[in-house]
């Protein structure tokens, strides 16, 4: 994989792409075992730091993602690392937000799809042009077959596969637990010191176990918004001290309060508890909600940032 010093990337401007405007449904978001999709209209985000990675897609237009290390890079598609503080803003139109089950299969060749950038910024996607014209056809009215299409020809497909397997089962534990687990239990059933336990994780996912703790709270909330639930009832769900705790935690994973998603038409359409390179072939019943979360490879370390 090339990688290009981080002066000369800030310099560069974003891939000459047609403009794919596309009027269509408000957003949609997919949500499935460690992963999940976003598609709609460009929020007004906030600096935040991600629990998992994520896949940035201007439909529309190119986009910005600033760091306070490094300054300002101009893309239209970019792979943002785990617990990199960071603020992406857009001119308008729609985007689209892929977030990665990390240690998959998945999460670690969409890193080396990218042929520029940093280990907290990756931009420039070799399928670029594809990409974006595949993100441009999302909307709530796709079908799980095109969706789990368009994600295995911009991240790649596979199952998840973390390098240590413990780590992987722990992961599959965590996602499929009904409740947060602590490090400490789930280290002993996996056979580890709490503190080795600690370091494999991060080394293997790329990021820290609590951030992923949280992440896995997220998707049990979304799952309960999904259901019809409110706001209360998906921190019930998620574990959440109240839903004042999900909404903070909600804006510094993503950027912006659950509120500013409340008055768009947001449908969400659980995949189901499997990875959607397992999931081809299968239908699904979706589900709509009046609220969701925004929505998230390593052949090298990412650099963490927060």
């Not at 998959?104 to 420039?124: I, P």
Request: proline letters at 7%.
């Amino acid at each position: 994989m090339k990688v290009v010093d981080p002066p000369r990337v800030w310099e560069t401007q974003a891939t000459a792409l047609p403009r794919t405007r596309r009027d269509g449904p408000g957003a949609a978001v997919w949500v499935w075992s460690g992963g999940a999709l976003y598609a709609g209209p460009s929020l007004r985000l906030g600096p935040h730091s991600g629990a998992v990675a994520c896949l940035v897609v201007g439909v529309d237009g190119p986009f910005a993602v600033d760091r306070a290390a490094t300054g300002r890079l101009a893309a239209r598609t970019a792979l943002v690392a785990p617990r990199v503080r960071h603020h992406v803003t857009a001119g308008g139109g729609r985007m689209v937000f892929l977030y990665l089950d990390p240690g998959s299969a998945a999460d670690r060749a969409c890193r080396t799809r990218f042929t520029a950038g940093d280990r907290g910024v990756l931009v420039g996607h070799r399928a670029e042009a594809a990409v974006v014209a595949g993100a441009a056809g999302l909307s709530a009215g796709s079908t799980s077959a095109e969706v789990v299409g368009w994600i295995a020809e911009a991240a790649g497909g596979g199952t998840a596969s973390c390098a240590d397997p413990r780590i992987g089962t722990a992961v599959r534990r965590l996602l499929d637990a009904d409740e947060p687990v602590p490090a400490g239990v789930l280290a002993g059933q996996v056979g580890l010191s709490e503190s080795r336990f600690l370091r494999l994780f991060r080394e293997g996912t790329g990021t820290s176990y609590r951030r992923f703790r949280l992440w896995a709270q997220m998707q049990r909330a979304a799952r309960a918004l999904a259901a019809g639930g409110n706001l209360t009832r998906a921190a019930q769900d998620g574990y959440f001290a109240s839903p004042s705790h999900l909404s903070s935690a909600f804006h510094a994973l993503f950027g912006l309060p659950p509120s500013d998603l409340l008055a768009h038409d947001v449908t969400i359409r659980p995949l189901d508890s499997r990875t959607p390179a397992e999931d081809s072939g299968r239908s699904h019943q979706p589900a709509t909600a009046s609220s969701a979360p925004p929505p998230a490879i390593s052949t090298q370390k990412y650099s963490q940032e927060g």
